[in-house]
């Protein structure tokens, strides 16, 4: 089945600092990938969506300029986190669908935790 | 945009009862409802998935339904193990390579021994 990579899985970073974490689909190209937030006991919320070769479709109330994202290929997008303050720690998971055009099952990363310190 | 209420936020059972998660939208226009299962730290995993051609849609233990009209959806675990104990997390979407989910508040499944 279709396989999401996401790295790195865990990252302690200090105020202030960027963050960089990467979404490849591995089996599969993905012109559009989904990057969500999920904070603890709490759902996956929806930050952005990743279009290959153009801009990020940005959820309202996310900053698009805290949150770069990048999506140079048909297999890889790239989420920034810039300038991290601790607000910012939470469980980061990018997600592809295989089949583009239709209904066809979402496919999740194995998730990044981000903790500022 | 869409809305998916999802109920209850908390479900324990005994061992080998049926578990029954209940899900609402309100996008008249959304067309496909996946469920996924969610373990501590780790990935949302695609359980079962349906589209509105469909009203119900089986596999082994668990079970989906879809009212359109109503604009709801329910999770069906029978014969419930304490492996299921996960957090299950209901979605919603119009349909399309680009279009987005959106999930529900998600459920804690406690399955006691």
């Known amino acids: 089945g279709a396989v999401v990579s996401q790295h790195p899985s865990w990252v302690i970073c200090k105020s202030g600092t960027s963050v960089k974490i990467e979404c490849r689909s591995l089996?599969?190209?993905?012109?559009?990938m989904f990057w969500y937030r999920q904070f603890p006991k709490q759902s996956l919320m929806l930050m952005a969506t990743s279009n290959e070769g153009s801009k990020a479709t940005y959820e309202q109330g996310v900053e698009k300029d805290k949150f770069l994202i990048n999506h140079a290929s048909l297999t890889l997008s790239t989420l920034t986190v810039t300038s991290a303050h601790p607000e910012d720690s939470s469980f980061y998971i990018c997600?592809?669908?295989?089949?583009?055009?239709?209904?066809?099952?979402?496919?999740f990363g194995n998730g990044t935790r981000l903790t500022v310190t | 945009g869409e809305n998916v209420e999802q109920h209850p936020s908390t479900l324990s059972v005994q061992e080998g009862d049926s578990a029954v998660i209940k899900c609402t939208y309100s996008?008249?226009?959304?067309?496909?409802f996946p469920w996924y299962k969610q373990e501590l730290g780790k990935r949302p995993q695609l359980i079962i998935d349906i589209r509105s051609n469909v009203g119900e849609k089986k596999d082994q233990r668990i079970a989906v339904t879809l009212n359109k009209t109503a604009k709801h959806f329910s999770l069906h675990i029978t014969e419930t193990q304490p492996e299921d104990s996960a957090v299950y997390f209901c979605a919603a979407s119009q349909g399309g390579g680009g279009n987005k989910l959106t999930f529900g508040t998600g459920t804690q499944l406690k399955v006691e021994l």
């Open positions: 089996d599969f190209q993905a012109t559009t």
């Open positions: 996008d008249s226009a959304s067309n496909y």
């Open positions: 997600s592809a669908r295989e089949l583009q055009g239709y209904n066809s099952p979402l496919h």
